[in-house]
């Protein structure tokens, strides 16, 4: 989660409580002061709970420095492969995410998923239709609409990405597709030692340029005075 989302909704959950506690107790005819004493005890407290349920998320699902580094190089690959080379990496992986994913299926979507077996997608398993969408920008509701006719005619469509957005997940939850990220990608194929130790991608590291002081003299590329020859 976003720092900025994240403190919009600690504030936003102190905004809720205080307000709520603050009109109902005023509606009781309790005096201004003391109810408004109790509705600012209630928000701080209601935005603690929050906070505390937040972190216990955040903890569980981060990664360790290296394996972050692991992780960004895993998915920098995926962002660069082509189509060809996506499906092959996820075609013999495919049984490693399913362990993960079988849990979390939508408890409606359980009964219909090894009636659909007969499909051209080629990343199909056991009910489970993956798309692999990776880029370099977090997903948002705009993209999941655009992709929609591709995996609407699945019963369990997964998307595999990097990252997405608030929105993209509301959108997903109310059309019954999966969100697989980043972390839950990482942590699944180094469970099984199925992530590469190299990548098929070149990379150049930039070369640092030392930086001129416009108040030194006019020297040569070395810093040596320009010769300059008299005629």
């Known amino acids: 989660m976003k720092k900025s989302a994240y403190y919009s909704d600690l504030i936003f959950t102190f905004c809720l409580v205080s307000f709520s506690v603050l009109f109902l107790l005023r509606s009781f005819k309790t005096p201004l002061v003391l109810a408004l004493i109790f509705a600012i005890i209630c928000g701080i407290s209601g935005s603690y709970l929050l906070f505390l349920r937040l972190n216990k998320k955040q903890k569980l699902f981060a990664l360790k420095k290296s394996e972050e580094e692991e992780k960004n190089s895993l998915c920098f690959y995926l962002k660069l492969a082509s189509e060809n080379e996506t499906n092959k990496f996820f075609k013999s992986r495919l049984p490693f995410l399913l362990n993960e994913l ?111 002081n416009k108040y030194s003299k006019r020297g040569d590329h070395n810093g040596r005075p320009l010769k300059i020859a008299a005629h």
């Open 102 to 212: 079988s849990p979390t299926a939508p408890q409606e979507q359980t009964n219909e998923l090894h009636e659909q077996t007969d499909t051209n997608h080629e990343l199909f398993l056991n009910g489970y239709a993956f798309f692999p969408i990776f880029r370099f920008n977090d997903l948002s509701g705009d993209d999941i609409a655009k992709l929609y006719p591709e995996f609407k005619n699945y019963s369990a469509p997964v998307i595999l990405c990097d990252g997405f957005s608030s929105g993209a997940q509301t959108l997903t939850e109310k059309l019954g597709v999966i969100l697989f990220d980043g972390n839950q990608l990482y942590r699944a194929l180094k469970k099984h030692n199925a992530i590469p130790s190299e990548f098929p991608v070149k990379t150049v590291t930039p070369v640092k340029r030392k930086r001129r």
